[in-house]
């Protein structure tokens, strides 16, 4: 079972070495939900990811912020993990989960064979709301499939997090506008 309400991050920075991929960070994450985080490429998506990760992550990943409240069960597939180009294995991770409560992917259809993919939105969409799923992805075509909520990250800044018609239909920011016609 989950925790009710949502799975708050403030005030996260992180960064590899002297570099700062994330800065100053506050964001709530609906439980029970399917965030995608979307943004150009070197924006801090998978750092977020691994942020929320917790263990497993990097060891040159350093972390400083709140997060909250623990989670205990986790799940992640990182990007380019052995194995995950391998027709079916993705899958078969989501099929035989233990009891995460929290699923986090990165660049899953990328991953994935092309004929996998709509299994996999359909299995994505039955993980909630027993799981709260996060997926950074480049793909603004599964991310409007697939979510409840989007964020925005560009260059380490949240520029928006919104319910997935409002961002896709109503963006707030024009650097949204501008994600959402260039891609970048």
């Given at each position: 079972?989950?925790?009710?309400?949502?799975?708050?991050?403030?005030g996260l920075r992180a960064g590899y070495g002297a570099k700062t991929a994330i800065h100053?960070?506050?964001?709530?994450?609906?439980?029970?939900?399917?965030?995608?985080?979307?943004g150009p490429g070197g924006s801090g998506k998978t750092t977020l990811l691994w942020a929320v990760a917790g263990a497993g992550r990097p060891e040159s990943l350093w972390l400083e912020g709140d997060f909250g409240p623990p989670i205990e069960a986790r799940l992640v597939v990182p990007q380019k993990a052995p194995r995950c180009s391998e027709p079916g294995y993705v899958l078969g991770l989501l099929e035989n989960l233990p009891t995460p409560s929290i699923?986090?992917?990165?660049?899953?259809?990328?991953?994935v064979p092309e004929e996998e993919h709509e299994a996999l939105h359909r299995r994505l969409a039955e993980l909630t709301p027993d799981?709260?799923?996060v997926c950074v992805t480049h793909n603004l075509r599964h991310s409007r499939r697939m979510s409840d909520h989007v964020v925005?990250?560009?260059e380490g800044e949240l520029i928006?997090?919104?319910p997935v018609d409002d961002f896709f239909e109503r963006p707030q920011h024009p650097r949204t506008t501008d994600f959402?016609?260039?891609?970048?």
């Open positions: 079972m989950i925790p009710s309400g949502p799975w708050s991050i403030r100053a960070l506050d964001l709530d994450l609906p439980l029970g939900r399917t965030t995608t985080v979307v699923v986090l992917l990165d660049e899953p259809f990328v991953q799981r709260t799923v925005l990250l560009v928006e997090s919104a959402l016609i260039t891609g970048s």
